[in-house]
């Protein structure tokens, strides 16, 4: 028991010992070379993984360097070769900015036998024809320029010529010794600095607005200059010059020398007023002593002398209604006809004019009527001298409008003016006639009536003038005419 329980405590000692002194030192140093194992292979794990990282920054810098590299090689050649093609095209651009400037000594170098070497060579054959034709072209232009400069010189008349901006762009010496400016020294100058009119101004203005002559009157488009210790008379025109396009170049202002005229219409005026003031007396004394026949002679004179002493009574009665119409017109064109303007209504006017001729209407079988639109503004106007002008032309309807025919009196209102028109349904006025119908001792000729003086329409005309109206007639041969004049409406 005793060796055998020995014997079995020296086998755990021994299993001990071998345990510490072998095995487990064995362990140990199996575990620690695990251990520095696993640490090596941590260390080069951390080694090839920074390697790997040091490879893929560096590959990453390597391919943006070499991708930066080629953005700049391709934007280079790009450039190089953007910069090759278009500098033939850049070349021709300056050429054709230099010959829009008037420079035709230009030729683009050729460089290429290609398209753009093509064009080029033809760039360079068109300026060469452009240098010949401008200069060709700028000969006949001098030549023009010199025969129109000698022509405008050589009239006789004054002529001036603005542009559009209202400057003297040429003037000739007839106009300068008119306007008493020196040519030369005058050009490119405002016009009313060189001409101190604003009413030539206000017509010149009035074309270059509108493009189109300025509307003047009869009587308006004179010019009254002091020269030589007396009064010259210019009648002057302004005409709009227009360009190809339609575009405005400027105006001309003709002016043309009408003293002679202005002196003889003046005597001629002064001559007709004097006759017909002297023929007065007379033919009222022959009135007096034809009427004083008429009443007391009958029983004495035979049917043919009655008739003789009849047909003088009726021209004498002409001749007396003649020399009253010369000395209105006369005092009317002098200006010594007093108006007396007021207020008048429309409608009571147009019924006393339409009136007087009832009962000649009704005899000759002519319907006369008139109407006036409701509301119709008051006019301003001398009452006689109006419906004189409305009795003319009402006797001159009645007179060429035929048996069953019509006579039409109305007024519309048109501000700031009132529009009275006389319609008649008669044989109409001839177109050759219409232009001068109401210039004096014009008549109309007709087979089926007799004609007046030809004084009545240019009395009408210059009744109509001094209220500031105008007057017209629109007729058609064989359809009738109507007769219009416009009065201003009372403020």
């Known amino acids: 028991m005793t060796m055998a329980g020995g014997a079995r405590r020296q086998g755990p000692r021994k299993a001990a010992t071998l345990y510490h002194e072998i095995i487990l030192p064995s362990f140990l140093r199996v575990r620690e070379a695990c251990i520095r194992l696993r640490e090596i292979n941590q260390e080069n794990m951390y080694k090839v993984s920074d390697r790997a990282s040091f490879i893929a920054r560096r590959a990453i810098w390597s391919m943006a360097i070499i991708g930066i590299a080629a953005v700049g090689i391709g934007i280079g050649f790009s450039l190089f070769l953007s910069n090759l093609l278009v500098r033939p095209v850049r070349q021709i651009m300056e050429a054709t900015q230099k010959i829009s400037a008037g420079n035709y000594e230009v030729e683009v170098s050729i460089k290429s036998s290609d398209e753009l070497g093509r064009l080029t060579e033809e760039f360079n054959s068109m300026a060469k024809k452009l240098k010949a034709f401008h200069s060709l072209n700028i000969e006949q232009i001098m030549a023009e320029k010199r025969k129109s400069e000698s022509i405008i010189r050589s ?178 064109e002098a200006g010594k006809m007093e108006m007396e303007f007021s207020a008048n209504p429309v409608p009571p006017l147009l019924e006393k004019a339409a009136a007087f001729f009832k009962i000649q209407a009704e005899e000759k079988g002519v319907v006369l009527s008139f109407t006036v639109p409701e509301g119709m503004p008051n006019m301003k106007a001398d009452e006689n001298k109006i419906t004189w002008v409305l009795t003319n032309l009402l006797a001159n309807a009645l007179h060429f409008t035929p048996r069953g025919g019509a006579i039409r009196l109305t007024a519309e209102a048109f501000a700031p003016f009132i529009q009275i028109s006389v319609r008649d349904t008669g044989p109409g006025i001839p177109y050759e006639y219409q232009s001068k119908i109401f210039d004096k001792f014009v008549q109309v000729k007709s087979d089926n009536v007799l004609g007046g003086s030809g004084l009545g329409l240019a009395i009408c005309k210059e009744i109509v003038r001094a209220h500031g109206g105008t007057i017209w007639v629109d007729s058609v041969p064989g359809a009738g005419s109507t007769f219009t004049f416009t009065l201003p409406v009372a403020a």
Do not use: W
């Open 155 to 332: 009239i006789d008349d004054g002529i001036v010529l603005i542009d559009a901006e209202c400057k003297v762009t040429d003037i000739n010496p007839m106009a300068g010794e008119i306007l008493r400016v020196e040519p030369e020294k005058v050009e490119n100058r405002h016009f009313l600095e060189v001409v101190k009119n604003e009413q030539l101004f206000h017509y010149i203005n009035q074309s270059i607005a509108t493009g189109k002559p300025p509307q003047i009157g009869e009587k308006e488009n004179v010019l009254t200059v002091e020269r030589d210790g007396g009064r010259r008379h210019y009648q002057f025109s302004v005409t709009p010059v227009q360009g190809r396009m339609g575009s405005l170049l400027g105006v001309v202002l003709l002016l043309r020398d009408v003293t002679r005229l202005a002196e003889l219409d003046r005597l001629k005026s002064k001559f007709v007023m004097t006759a017909s003031h002297e023929l007065r007396t007379p033919l009222t004394s022959i009135g007096m002593s034809v009427d004083l026949l008429l009443e007391s002679a009958p029983k004495k004179l035979n049917d043919k002398e009655q008739q003789l002493l009849s047909a003088a009574h009726e021209d004498l009665q002409r001749l007396k209604a003649l020399v009253n119409n010369l000395l209105d017109l006369s005092r009317i």
